[in-house]
Antibody, heavy 119, light 113 residues
C-alpha cells in the first residue's frame, strides 16, 4: 500500500529548530515529488515547499526562505523538513504530501506531525 | 503569489440536496500549451489529512464517488456535490498547482441543514 509515514509530535521552545521526517512506503521513491504543507490550529492549509527525491532539488515558499531546509535520503526513502528559528506562530500540524509531477495535485498525504512551539 | 478565494466560507445543505462551492484564482491557472487547468479540490475531515477529490479541475480521483464533480476554467471553478450525504460533512479546499507557491483557498465548511 502506498503511504507516507511521518515522525511523531514535537515540542520546542522559541528560537529552536525542529526536524520532521516523512517515509515513503510502497512506491518508487524517485518517481514522485514531495511537498510540505502546514495547518495552524483552526486554520487553513499553507504550502511550504517541494523537494524532488531524484536529485534533491528544492523550492521553498518565500515566506520560509532562510528558515526551511528540505533534504532526502534515497537509501531509506525518507524526506526531512527542518524549520529553524521557531516562533509561536509555527505551532501547527505539518504534512508531507506526494504529487505525481511538478506541477501536480497531491494524491497521498502523511498522517501529519503536530509541532508545538511554547516557552 | 496566486490568491485563491473560496465562497461561501460555510454552507449548510439538506441531505440529498446539491452543494456548490466556488473558487476564484487571482491569475489564470490554465496552461495554454496543454489546455489543462492546474486546479485541485480536497476534502478534510476533523483530525485527518486532506484527501484529493478532483484534479485538473474536473478529473475525479480514483475511488471518489461520482456525486463529486468539478468544473470551470481559467480563474473560476466550482465543486459540486450532487446529492449530499452525511459523510460529506467536511472542510473543502481548492488549490492551484500552476505556479509556486501552490496556494490553497481559505476553505469552505460544509454542514448538514
Amino acid at each position: 500500500q502506498e503511504q507516507l509515514v511521518q515522525s511523531g509530535a514535537e515540542v520546542r521552545k522559541p528560537g529552536a529548530s525542529v526536524d520532521v521526517s516523512c517515509k515513503a512506503i510502497g512506491y518508487t521513491f524517485s518517481s514522485y515529488y514531495l511537498h510540505w504543507v502546514r495547518q495552524a490550529p483552526g486554520q487553513g492549509l499553507e504550502w511550504m515547499g517541494i523537494i524532488n527525491p531524484s536529485g534533491g532539488a528544492t523550492t521553498y515558499a518565500q515566506k520560509f526562505q532562510g528558515r526551511l531546509t528540505m533534504t532526502r535520503d534515497a537509501s531509506t526513502t525518507t524526506v526531512y523538513m527542518v524549520l529553524s528559528s521557531l516562533r509561536s506562530e509555527d505551532t501547527a500540524v505539518y504534512y508531507c504530501a506526494r504529487s505525481t509531477g511538478s506541477p501536480g495535485a497531491f494524491d497521498i498525504w502523511g498522517q501529519g506531525t503536530k509541532v508545538a512551539v511554547s516557552s | 503569489d496566486t490568491v485563491m478565494t473560496q465562497s461561501p466560507d460555510s454552507l449548510a445543505v439538506s441531505l440529498g440536496e446539491r452543494a456548490t462551492i466556488n473558487c476564484k484564482s487571482s491569475q489564470s491557472v490554465l496552461y495554454s500549451s496543454n489546455n489543462k487547468n492546474y486546479l485541485a479540490w480536497y476534502q478534510q475531515k476533523p483530525g485527518q489529512p486532506p484527501k484529493l477529490l478532483i484534479y485538473w479541475a474536473s478529473t475525479r480521483e480514483s475511488g471518489v464517488p461520482d456525486r463529486f464533480s468539478g468544473s470551470g476554467s481559467g480563474t473560476d471553478f466550482t465543486l459540486t456535490i450532487s446529492s449530499l450525504q452525511a459523510e460529506d460533512v467536511a472542510v473543502y479546499y481548492c488549490q492551484q498547482y500552476y505556479t509556486t507557491p501552490h496556494t490553497f483557498g481559505q476553505g469552505t465548511q460544509l454542514e448538514i441543514k
